[in-house]
């Protein structure tokens, strides 16, 4: 006899609601630590989608128990406006488990019965149980809403300079040492399988995405090192991701899967990067550019570590050990000679993940004073080029939190440069663009922030990347911020990044500053740059335009 209530077969939700997704997660994920199937509803009666999701976990586990099969836990979550509900189950046999999910669903919608949806789950064949790899090589996975791609190429330069044979995956390709040899956003499931699959690697060092985990989980059973950069707002409103504190859900997989032997390095100034340290079993290793940070204590206190900044110098902290100074901040190119400060804390990042690795602080000192930021080590990170005077950056800046920390470098190069030269502050000319599936108020705030802190916007579209959005009205919003923050004038809008570029610098003069936000051409405005004579700025040059 069945414990469990009966579900009546006819019943049906008196609001409609539609089956959003059922997507089957194939690795740790935002509900488990290990493969699980999610069911997402919709509806546009808020409470609706809940009711129908409550009654699809009553479905599965009678369905379970018609089948003999162990009632499986079931996680509900709830959208911030209960207009969408999705529920989430570990599974043991994949067929089996997806025809389960989707015969839940349909009961659940009223669009079918539990007895006609046991008949034909009696004949459905289990199919194969998770076939999840278990590295045989120290992994650290990297995640975080911005500095992950910095961050990571970091660690792998710090891990080479100590002749460690490494394996890295991020935005732009898979690396096998310092050879790219796969091209493409490989920061999910796939790119670290394929690192993992490669004889003779001593170290896997992995970008993990939110898009990623949402999509199909993270691509092995555990990590010995997660690093969390930080959680801002990017990608709100896709994939059932409405809110900051549901995204550090979903980016705090990684440290949920850290081994009980390893380290989460977390960022301490961040609050829903260093509340993931209540989820992990791994020790707790703070970096924070507050060296009064009370947290720095809390984590020594419990055998922990922290990464600062204290005098200009980057230290690592141990309980029991005297402090290590690693490098001085300003001597460091990711720095910017100490400008991006952003990157002071990228560079806090990787120091902690090599130290939670065992490499010397003098090797990872000599890793950070090595990693240039140009268009090899680094491309599309805060890249400077200078033609007579003119300096231009290229960027990968996409969001909020990004625009923000490259405007604060123009701001403080031009301020520095025109201290050093004795001459009057050059202007920030800018050309803003991002994706179209950032919300309304993203772009909103993007254009606000520009209108703030730039003397001169334009508008460089990514039409390839509008993913469904008007490119009028993203541009109108985006005007509306720049009106809002007090910017005076036109603002033209250019079909592409190249030819943003090519007119801000028709009419920029010397001492100005010219930066792109860069996400489609990047190769091409090299490819320009180059042809009309601006060359890379090396950190020599720019501690002399800085003054340093």
């Not at 710090?158 to 956003?185: F, H, K, P, Q, R």
């Not at 030269?421 to 000319?429: I, L, T």
Request: include cysteine.
């Amino acid at each position: 006899m069945s414990i469990l209530p009966a579900m009546p077969n006819d019943a049906r939700p008196e609001a409609e609601v539609e089956l959003l997704e059922l997507r089957v997660l194939d690795g740790p994920n935002r509900f488990y630590n290990r493969p699980a199937i999610k069911i997402e509803f919709g509806s546009g009666t808020p409470g609706a989608a809940s009711e129908v999701a409550a009654a699809a976990a009553l479905a599965l586990r009678r369905l379970h128990v018609a089948l003999d099969l162990p009632v499986p836990h079931v996680t509900v979550r709830h959208s911030y406006d209960h207009r969408r509900a999705a529920i989430a189950f570990r599974w043991r046999r994949r067929a089996r488990a997806q025809a389960i999910a989707a015969a839940a669903a349909r009961i659940a919608t009223g669009a079918s019965t539990a007895r006609q949806e046991l008949r034909a789950l009696r004949a459905v064949a289990p199919g194969p149980m998770p076939n999840l790899p278990r590295p045989h090589i120290p992994v650290v996975a990297i995640t975080g809403t911005n500095g992950k791609s910095t961050t990571t190429r970091l660690i792998a330069h710090i891990a080479t300079v100590a002749g460690i044979n490494v394996g890295m995956t991020n935005s732009d390709g898979i690396y096998i040492g310092s050879e790219l040899v796969e091209a493409g956003d490989w920061t999910g499931y796939g790119g670290a399988a394929r690192v993992l699959a490669q004889p003779r690697l001593e170290l896997a060092v992995l970008e993990t995405a939110r898009g990623g985990i949402l999509l199909r989980g993270i691509g092995y059973a555990a990590n010995d090192v997660a690093v969390v950069t930080n959680v801002s707002a990017d990608h709100l409103g896709l994939q059932g991701i409405d809110t900051l504190d549901e995204l550090a859900e979903v980016k705090g997989a990684v440290t949920r899967i850290t081994k009980r032997s390893g380290w989460v390095v977390l960022n301490a100034d961040d609050p829903r990067a260093w509340r993931m340290r209540r989820e992990t079993k791994g020790s707790w290793y703070p970096f924070t550019l507050d060296p009064d940070n009370p947290r720095i204590e809390l984590a020594l206190d419990r055998g922990g570590r922290a990464a600062i900044v204290q005098r200009g110098w980057l230290i690592l902290l141990g309980a029991g050990r005297r402090p290590q100074r690693v490098a001085r901040i300003a001597d460091l190119p990711v720095t910017f000679a100490g400008l991006a400060e952003y990157n002071v804390a990228n560079a806090l990042a990787a120091a902690a993940a090599a130290d939670a690795l065992g490499i010397p602080a003098r090797t990872i000192g000599d890793g950070l004073r090595s990693f240039a930021l140009d268009s090899e080590l680094n491309p599309g990170r805060l890249n400077l080029f200078e033609r007579r005077g003119l300096l231009v950056v290229v960027d990968f800046a996409h969001n909020e939190a990004g625009l923000e920390g490259l405007l604060e470098v123009c701001r403080k190069l031009t301020e520095a440069s025109a201290r050093a030269s004795r001459r009057a502050r050059g202007k920030v000319r800018l050309g803003i663009g991002t994706a179209g599936d950032r919300t309304d108020e993203i772009l909103h705030s993007l254009g606000r922030l520009a209108g703030a802190e730039a003397d001169d916007v334009v508008i460089a579209e990514k039409r390839h990347y509008l993913r469904g959005r008007d490119l009028e009205q993203m541009n109108e919003i985006l005007r509306e911020g720049l009106y809002e923050a007090g910017y005076k004038g036109p603002v033209e809008a250019y079909p592409t990044e190249l030819e943003a570029l090519q007119a801000l610098i028709a009419r920029a003069h010397r001492g100005d500053i010219v930066a792109v936000m860069t996400h489609v051409e990047r190769a091409e405005l090299f490819a320009w740059l180059e042809k009309e004579g601006y060359r890379p700025v090396q950190f020599d040059r720019l501690r002399k335009l800085v003054g340093a």
